[in-house]
């Protein structure tokens, strides 16, 4: 089978899409569909060469690595798809803060895509202005000429959401100063959509502040219609994750090891990468992923050896 032939078969069977395989490769997608049809009146040696390279880097990890499920339906999952669904269906605000690591964000993006009207973005130190997260926002939205100007933007994206019944999320929101939360504030009322605060627990202290009406955040607070507090994964969230990796979960000795790393703060996403280490070295042996594996990843992890 030629290489191209092999590429086309990929294509076929739908496991990549051409741009996919054009922009991985490091070639464009233009050059890709020429070589394709045998048109390519390019570097031929160029793009075979990229495309083996391709190749090997798929097999390899195939081979190789091992890709943690996706999305896993913990109960800490539903507690925040619980929160969304007030802040859209209300429409309200919502918090949902805590640890990290705890599948707060994994939550959130599996849930704008089981949902139309969803839209989500995240604030960070470069992205946390009213300017910044505003012009963010307009560009999730769709309005790809949106201008620099806040007063702008803010009219631009209060008028794409209103009536879509729809809900934002704004992830790391911590990092968002009092005058973006007070946009957002009026956003949200004169627009009637959701809006969901993901954050650690500044998102909360800073806006609790608001329950003393002379504070600054009190508008804010007030209009808050749940707070979704999250401290640290329970046991219930590291069995999901124990079955979604195939584990025997009547295993007391290995279910006590995972509850002791998943329970901590930030456990949850520190298991993951334990069982993914553990995976790769099972996969390596031809055997199952076992509580020694476990062990010698966390090991490997803490730099212990």
Not at 42 to 60: H, M, P, R, T, Y
Not at 121 to 129: E, G, K, L, Q, V
Not at 165 to 180: F, K, N, R
Request: proline share 2%.
């Amino acid at each position: 089978m030629t290489l191209a032939q092999q590429i086309q078969q990929i294509l076929d069977s739908k496991t990549f899409m051409q741009r996919d395989i054009a922009q991985q490769s490091g070639i464009s997608a233009g050059a890709l569909s020429a070589y394709l049809k045998g048109t390519y009146a390019g570097n031929i040696d160029n793009i075979e060469s990229a495309l083996n390279n391709w190749l090997a880097s798929q097999d390899k990890k195939q081979k190789v690595f091992v890709e943690a499920p996706h999305f896993i339906d913990i109960p800490t999952a539903k507690r925040v798809f619980g929160a969304l669904d007030m802040a859209k269906l209300l429409p309200t605000m919502v918090t949902i803060y805590g640890a990290s690591g705890v599948g707060k964000t994994k939550a959130s993006q599996e849930y704008k895509k089981l949902n139309k009207n969803v839209w989500m973005i995240t604030a960070s130190p470069a992205r946390a202005t009213l300017s910044t997260i505003l012009y963010e926002l307009a560009l999730e939205l769709g309005i790809n000429d949106a201008p620099r100007r806040k007063d702008r933007l803010s009219r631009m994206i209060t008028k794409k959401l209103s009536g879509t019944q729809g809900l934002v999320i704004i992830d790391e929101s911590d990092h968002l100063p009092y005058d973006a939360l007070e946009e957002i504030r009026i956003i949200q009322e004169e627009a009637d959509v959701g809006f969901a605060l993901i954050g650690n627990d500044k998102v909360y202290t800073r806006i609790q502040g608001g329950v003393n009406q002379a504070h600054e955040y009190a508008r804010l607070w007030s209009r808050i219609g749940n707070n979704c507090g999250i401290k640290h994964s329970t046991k219930a969230d590291v069995k999901a994750v124990a079955q979604a990796w195939n584990l025997d979960t009547e295993d007391k000795e290995l279910m006590n090891t995972l509850c002791d790393i998943g329970t901590k703060a930030g456990g949850l996403r520190a298991l993951t990468q334990y069982l993914r280490l553990a995976a790769i070295a099972a996969k390596g042996k031809e055997t199952v992923i076992s509580l020694d594996l476990i062990l010698q990843a966390k090991a490997h992890m803490q730099g212990v050896n």
